[in-house]
């Protein structure tokens, strides 16, 4: 059996019994499941709130921006929040025209105030009919949709208002266009997830956990190659799927709790 200290060589990972895998897997999960994790990374945003909303906004935007350094994410998030004076879903609701005029000129690498600016109108005009986010990712209640159906219905309505700018699509991805929708995934294992340690909040009940498609980032994509968990050559929608359906074999409810261990072997101990 794997402990927690001892890791397998790239040759040895595919020689690994299935419970000597799920076995070190699951030491990692419940190393890296802590609200210790928190505040490194950019679910904290979400994690300072306490109104659903609140968390949704927040949550989909950190999500949104979470590539490059995570303390770059974090910060350039708590600015968004600044800006809308500590209160995200009520500056949401109640802001006026020349209100956004505080937005021109934020940016993150690509995303820019063009982005920004049509973020904001769409969390307006979404909120204005439905109380919560979720409702953007079905268009019905009665559906039991799994994670690629929901994301590529999100995205579709995420860029259903008129004039919608062209350049923020590359920003809110899908699996039609061959992503990995790493960062809408992220986004989903947070409102989905539910558990005892504290992490992910677990506020939506529509998608089940057992349906959800595990973030596959560069890091994650390395130590699921380097474990003889993806065999496809290129890392694409396909990629995520496949890895998923692996982890699926150690837990069938939950699969998508392994992205901790993936990505905390790969961040925090490079693996």
């Not at 910060?75 to 809308?84: H, T």
């Not at 920003?171 to 809408?184: A, D, E, G, I, Y």
């Amino acid at each position: 059996m794997l402990n927690t200290l001892s890791y397998p060589t790239n040759s040895d990972a595919k020689m690994l019994s299935r419970a000597s895998m799920k076995d070190f897997l699951d030491a990692k999960v419940d190393q890296y499941n802590q609200k210790n994790f928190i505040e490194n990374d950019p679910i904290v945003i979400p994690h300072q709130f306490s109104l659903k909303q609140d968390i949704e906004i927040m949550g989909f935007w950190a999500a949104i921006l979470a590539w490059g350094q995570r303390v770059t994410i974090i910060n350039k998030s708590n600015q968004l929040i600044r800006l809308m004076d500590g209160a995200p879903y009520d500056f949401i609701k109640n802001h006026q025209p020349h209100d956004l005029k505080r937005f021109i000129g934020f940016k993150h690498r690509t995303f820019n105030d063009t982005d920004t600016l049509y973020f904001i109108e769409f969390f307006k005009q979404h909120y204005q009919q439905y109380n919560t986010l979720e409702d953007a990712f079905y268009p019905s209640e009665n559906l039991e949709w799994d994670g690629e159906q929901t994301l590529n219905h999100f995205r579709k309505t995420f860029f259903a208002l008129d004039d919608f700018p062209h350049r923020t699509q590359k920003h809110v991805s899908s699996p039609l266009q061959k992503s990995t929708c790493k960062r809408l995934n992220m986004f989903l294992r947070w409102m989905v997830r539910a558990d005892d340690a504290g992490v992910d909040f677990g506020i939506w009940k529509r998608l089940k956990p057992a349906s959800l498609i595990c973030p596959c980032d560069v890091h994650v994509d390395r130590v699921a190659r380097r474990l003889g968990l993806i065999n496809r050559k290129q890392t694409d929608w396909q990629t995520a799927v496949e890895l998923t359906h692996r982890l699926r074999e150690f837990d069938a409810v939950d699969p998508v709790k392994y992205d901790f261990a993936l990505f905390g072997l790969g961040v925090e101990e490079k693996f």
